[in-house]
């Protein structure tokens, strides 16, 4: 009995040491001297907490980065492509400027250096004068003429009571039944001549070569007061040829073009007190500021010779009295009629 008193008391003693020592840790740690931590998470979750707050961070900052960037480079394409297009225009005018000046340089250099004898004015008799009339296209004869020469060669091959000036009539196998437009001009006014040409594989040498053609047979030295253009096109632009758009930027950046309505301001007369007139029908050009703007660059490239441009309607006044002075008004108007029509010839109404 008395080893297990013992035994039991020596228990409890070690137990009241063991509170007295925890007792004593407790206070020294709320006392601020323990080293334990306080946190109430375990250390390995704050590890994955920041290390996830960094990453979201990290994400969220490269997504504005990128978002900046792609700002500052649509702004700095924009630049680029408006500087490119600013050296376009630029490049473009220094050559025409240039290529213009060595064409002057050129013409000043062949009329000094031509060993040609240059013949006096007195030596050109009338006979002279009509003979060379129907050649004055030819080669670089032109370019030896004045503007008076020029004029007095056509008041001389063209005098007379019953001359009328005449009118040309450029129709394009485009416009739908074009074939069928010769047969409805004015048959009581003859200074009327018409040229239908192949839209598909004509060229601007081809017409006019046949205006040059059909002007000698009507007589020979004759230039036209009037001319018609009927082909397809629409507001601010003209379908002459196929893949020939006549717009006021491709008339001034293409030199065929160019040179098409500079070689045929030479057919139109020189005699004429008022512009000669040039109307487009079949499409209503003036329905936007370019066809002005069209005109406009056609007139400054047939200068020195005077020229209106018209473009009217053909249901308005203007477009009655145009229609009128080339054409049969009733056949005209039955021609309009069968014009996109497949169900009925239009030969068995003539």
């Known amino acids: 009995m008395w080893s297990v008193d013992r035994m039991t008391g020596l228990e409890r003693g070690e137990r009241a040491e063991d509170t007295e020592e925890r007792r004593g ?3 020294q740690t ?10 109430w998470f375990p250390k390995e979750n704050m590890f994955s907490f920041q290390t996830a707050t960094t990453t979201m961070q990290a994400a969220f900052r490269g997504f504005v980065q990128r978002k900046r960037r792609e700002r500052e480079q649509d702004s700095a394409e924009v630049i680029q492509r408006n500087f490119r297009k600013h050296l376009r225009m630029v490049g473009s005018r220094r050559m025409k400027a240039q290529t213009f000046a060595e064409r002057r340089s050129k013409s000043f250099s062949r009329s000094w250096s031509d060993p040609t004898p240059v013949k006096n004015d007195s030596q050109h008799d009338s006979g002279d004068l009509q003979a060379s009339c129907g050649t004055l ?3 670089g004869q032109d370019d030896n003429l004045d503007w008076e020469e020029e004029r007095e060669m056509e008041r001389l091959a063209c005098e007379g009571d019953d001359f009328v000036p005449p009118k040309i009539m ?3 196998s485009k416009v739908p039944k074009a074939e069928y437009v010769p047969t409805i001009i004015r048959r009581d006014d003859p200074s009327i001549i018409p040229i239908l040409y192949d839209h598909e594989h004509a060229t601007f040498d081809d017409i006019l070569e046949e205006i040059e053609k059909k002007l000698t047979a009507y007589r020979r030295g004759s230039k036209f007061w009037r001319m018609l253009i009927f082909c397809q096109g ?3 632009h003209l379908y002459l040829l196929k893949n020939k758009v006549a717009t006021f930027a491709k008339v001034e950046k293409e030199e065929d073009m160019s040179q098409f309505w500079r070689r045929l301001s030479r057919f139109m007369s020189k005699v004429n007190p008022e512009p000669n007139l040039i109307h487009i029908m079949g499409c209503y050009v003036l329905g936007n500021p370019n066809g002005e703007k069209l005109f406009q660059k056609l007139k400054n490239l047939m200068r020195p010779y005077s020229v209106e441009f018209g473009s009217p309607l053909e249901l308005s006044a203007q477009g009655k009295e145009l229609i009128e002075l080339y054409f049969d008004f009733r056949l005209y108007r039955l021609w309009k009629t069968r014009q996109h029509s497949k169900l009925l010839d239009y030969e068995e109404f003539l």
Do not use: H, V, W
């Open 25 to 27: 840790a407790e206070f």
């Open 30 to 39: 709320r006392a601020g001297g323990g080293k334990e931590d306080t946190n």
């Open 137 to 139: 296209d030819e080669g």
């Open 170 to 172: 450029l129709i394009s």
């Open 234 to 236: 629409g507001p601010g």
